[in-house]
């Protein structure tokens, strides 16, 4: 039975010690970094969506101190390099359990000692000014309690997607960042991405008229080189959790509304074992109130061509590739869209520290990645029973742009 992931206190708890003692991830390695360094900076200089206090900060050459909690291939690979790219924060502080891996990221990024911490010394950080925003990239089961010791802390959080595996967990973050008076935020960076905000124009201002039907697919085949990602007690679930949520977020900000059931099914599980926790595939269809419909495929076990296409009663819109670091390339009926590819690491965290400066909200709160823990698993309900899921309840968080 291809249960979603409730997990038990004992069992969970047992799998959060495995990852802190042994570190046995094998999210080494610095995945794309030089591509991402590539990418042009103007957008950095030239934002004109900066607020005063992030100008101010720019003229004082202040920033934000960023601590990464989790050193695996997306903090290394993405997050690290971005980081030294960024005008309004830096990379000033670590939390990982391998003492080999601290040494090489203070000689590499300069950190300080008495900023670098363990999964037992993380509440310190309490008493650390130099650290104002945590970011933690760990297996999702591990999202929750890290991202409420850093509230207690006093820190603003950044948490990867997905924000966790239970409603219980997303709603005690969003709980305790309210409670500490700081932001919570969901690492959803292709919300900072232009192809995806000229998505999201070309479809909630109706550019090409109301938006009928969607696809999009997201998926790779699976090699074990992170095991988590496959146990079902720290990933909460397979690719839905890792890869589908991009497809289930690019139907929703593309078509401007929340759904209101959703229907699914399970691929099936190729031979050898891999998948013994979690689906290999899952292919899911949303329908919204006016009709609409998206349909969405992921997978482990099938590389798949990373599209969002949308058609509409006048024409149609598509990126492909979609979800990927960088490359991305988009055209509708009238013509390609000739956008220029950005560092999307950059301009989210950015995003977030002019948000911290001048106290607005971010436009991926921690309400939103709650809204997609409740889409996920009536997807998984809907997978596993053969009926019809009502998503009515769900709260209607949307990243809106503006008309006109």
């Not at 037992?120 to 000014?129: E, G, I, K, L, V």
């Not at 124009?201 to 999009?216: D, E, I, K, M």
């Not at 690719?239 to 593309?254: K, S, V, W």
Request: proline share 5%; charged share 20%.
């Amino acid at each position: 039975m291809n249960q979603p992931f409730f997990p038990a206190s004992a069992a969970a708890d047992a799998s959060r010690r495995r990852f802190i003692r042994s570190a046995s991830l094998a999210l080494g390695g610095a995945l794309l970094g030089a591509e991402a360094l590539a990418y042009p900076l103007d957008w950095l200089t030239t934002n004109p969506d900066f607020g005063p206090a992030s100008l101010e900060a720019l003229r004082q050459g202040r920033k934000l101190g960023v601590a990464l909690v989790g050193l695996g291939k997306y903090s290394g690979g993405q997050l690290a390099p971005a980081l030294q790219q960024i005008r309004l924060c830096q990379l000033t502080g670590i939390v990982t359990g391998t003492p080999a891996k601290a040494r090489q990221w203070q000689q590499q990024y300069g950190i300080a000692a008495k900023n670098t911490y363990d999964y037992q010394t993380f509440d310190r950080m309490a008493d650390n000014p130099a650290i104002d925003i945590v970011y933690i990239v760990l297996p999702n089961a591990l999202h929750a309690e890290y991202a409420v010791r850093a509230a207690r802390a006093g820190k603003h959080v950044i948490c990867e997607k997905p924000m966790a595996t239970t409603v219980a967990d997303a709603q005690r973050m969003i709980q305790a960042s309210r409670q500490a008076g700081k932001k919570l935020s969901i690492g959803y960076r292709l919300h900072f991405e232009p192809h995806h905000r000229e998505m999201m124009r070309l479809g909630q201002q109706q550019v090409l008229g109301p938006v009928r039907h969607l696809w999009a697919d997201n998926g790779f085949r699976f090699n074990n080189d992170t095991p988590w990602r496959v146990d079902r007690q720290l990933s909460g679930g397979g690719p839905l959790m890792d890869m589908g949520i991009y497809c289930l977020q690019g139907a929703l900000y593309t078509k401007g509304q929340v759904p209101v059931s959703v229907t699914a099914s399970f691929a099936p599980k190729p031979a050898g074992g891999l998948f013994k926790e979690v689906e290999a595939g899952v292919d899911w269809q949303l329908q919204f109130a006016d009709g609409a419909v998206a349909d969405c495929r992921t997978s482990y076990a099938e590389n798949m061509q990373s599209r969002l296409r949308a058609e509409a009663a006048k024409g149609w819109a598509e990126l492909q590739p979609a979800f990927g670091y960088g490359g991305l390339r988009g055209s509708t009926s009238q013509g390609p869209m000739n956008i220029q590819n950005v560092n999307q690491q950059a301009a989210q965290m950015d995003d977030f520290a002019d948000c911290v400066l001048n106290n607005k909200p971010t436009r991926v709160p921690g309400e939103m990645g709650l809204r997609d823990v409740e889409l996920l698993l009536a997807i998984y309900r809907a997978a596993e029973t053969g009926q019809k899921i009502s998503t009515r309840d769900v709260k209607d968080v949307l990243d809106r742009v503006g008309k006109g």
